[in-house]
């Protein structure tokens, strides 16, 4: 396995919770990084991508954070002052450039969030 995501849980508006994305080897390989989600009925859609500091979907400007640590190879997402519809299942994703034009393109198995209002 080489993306495991974990942290999803129960949560009562307003709460907070932090998502983990630990990845097997140097985390650093992968020059794009994400968090995504997909609520019932719904297209998975971008949350956060670690690209230029920090990318996010409006919906979640100022609530959520998406950081990386190489001391223990974890994409984190930090979600503050969650509201029910932020209720989905999250993935992690990364993507690197391997040679020509391919790309390795790794999903994590989701994680579900649950915001109860």
């Known amino acids: 396995v080489q993306l495991q995501a974990s942290g999803g849980g129960l949560v009562q508006a307003g709460g907070s919770l932090r998502l983990s994305c630990a990845v097997s080897g140097n985390i650093f390989r992968f020059d794009y990084m994400a968090w995504y989600r997909q609520a019932p009925g719904k297209p998975r859609e971008l949350v956060a991508s670690i690209a230029a500091g920090g990318t996010y979907a409006d919906s979640v400007k100022g609530r959520f954070s998406i950081s990386r640590d190489s001391t223990d190879n974890t994409l984190y997402l930090q979600m503050n002052s969650l509201k029910p519809e932020d209720t989905a299942v999250y993935y992690c994703?990364?993507?690197?450039?391997?040679?020509?034009?391919?790309?390795?393109?790794?999903w994590g198995q989701g994680t579900l969030v649950t915001v109860s209002s």
């Open positions: 994703n990364a993507q690197r450039h391997l040679k020509g034009w391919q790309r390795e393109d790794l």
